[in-house]
């Protein structure tokens, strides 16, 4: 087939640019557009704009798949007192695992999104990278990306700078957030999954009463206000087991050990031997800067970081950086 290109396409600012991108450096694009929430609105906009540019449309309904792997998964995530990451999930297990199987069935060669980041090769390995524009940067959300999927992806906006593709449009609109919560909020959106909140105690770090909550879904680390929580007081950990909130000084939120498990490393010799490895638990906010030390454990690894990570909760992602390259990351599950 030549020099063809599958890309995930919604019809937004970033999928409509790395169209343009795409056919100017001479690939056949076909967009394919992945149906994950019935969504027709979407739907109908993706498939007139692939129309406008002149590229063939095609769609992939993932709702059952997405259902079962995201939105099942974030409810559950939720419910143990945890904080998922359902972003990071979908393009893991959705997105780009459903374009490298369509791109194999079609006899297509490369894959393609909007994605604000870079691909580079070192030493037999693919990376993903950080992309130009440092406030769109999206490596963070990437890091579960396999080999193969990296040795056919093509990044187009890896160079770009969001504030210049958006002065190419006149819509300038963009989806925000979480996409299956349609601006919900999130306790709201459990409650119509069928996870009801259950009132329970609010203890501090010693165990003694502080107040009541209304429901752990109510509630995320690091939070200061909500129902229960005592002045100067903030969230340090929550206890699905016992139904409680623990909640503490603002110090105690600042932990210097996090062990992940669930993780994609690209080289696990590069990840215990080099000495310039840093971390990011969150893709926007505080993270820590200074190299960290890393430990092999029997189902992951131990992470001692010497300024400390403010704020990591359960089930977020922790992701590993060589300088712009993403070495690895795996999903907290414990901090102390």
Same mark, same amino acid.
């Given at each position: ?38 969504? #027709? ?31 099942? @998964?974030?409810?559950?995530? @939720? ?26 069935? %079609? ?32 490596? @963070? ?77 109510? @509630? ?5 206000? !909500? ?19 623990? $909640? ?19 080289? /696990?010799?590069?990840? %215990? ?13 505080? #993270?820590?800067?200074?190299? $960290? ?29 060589? /300088?712009? %390259?993403?070495?690895?990351? !795996? ?6």
């Amino acid at each position: 087939m030549g020099k063809s290109v599958l890309l995930g396409f919604s019809g937004g600012i970033d999928s409509t640019m790395s169209a343009r991108l795409l056919l100017e450096e001479g690939y056949r694009v076909i967009a394919l557009t992945i149906d994950t929430t019935g969504d #027709n609105a979407m739907l109908e906009k993706a498939e007139r704009v692939a129309t406008e540019i002149g590229i063939e449309w095609l769609s992939f309904d993932a709702r059952d798949m997405f259902e079962r792997d995201i939105i099942d @998964y974030f409810c559950s995530e @939720y419910a143990l007192g945890r904080t998922p990451a359902p972003c990071t999930r979908c393009n893991t297990h959705i997105k780009w695992k459903i374009l490298l199987e369509e791109a194999n069935r %079609l006899g297509i060669d490369h894959i393609a999104t909007g994605h604000y980041f870079r691909i580079e090769q070192h030493n037999g390995n693919y990376y993903v990278a950080k992309g130009a524009d440092a406030n769109k940067d999206q490596s @963070y959300y990437l890091w579960g990306l396999s080999q193969e999927i990296l040795s056919r992806a093509i990044t187009p906006m890896g160079y770009k700078i969001k504030s210049d593709v958006k002065e190419c449009f006149s819509d300038k609109s963009e989806s925000m957030g979480i996409c299956f919560l349609e601006r919900k909020p999130y306790a709201e959106f459990l409650k119509s999954r069928g996870i009801s909140p259950v009132e329970g105690n609010i203890l501090n770090t010693q165990g003694t009463l502080c107040g009541h909550h209304n429901g752990i879904i109510h @509630y995320t680390i690091g939070q200061r206000r !909500g129902e229960g929580i005592p002045e100067g007081m903030r969230v340090v950990d929550i206890s699905a087991h016992d139904n409680a909130i623990i $909640v503490g000084e603002k110090p105690l939120l600042y932990k210097s050990k996090l062990y992940i498990t669930n993780c994609n490393i690209v080289d /696990n010799n590069e990840l %215990l031997t080099a000495t310039d490895i840093t971390i990011k638990i969150r893709g926007i906010g505080i #993270n820590p800067t200074l190299p $960290v030390t890393i430990e092999s454990s029997a189902d992951g690894y131990l992470i001692t970081t010497p300024d400390k990570a403010y704020a990591p909760a359960k089930g977020q992602p922790l992701v590993l950086y060589r /300088n712009n %390259l993403v070495i690895g990351g !795996g999903i907290v599950e414990s901090f102390e």
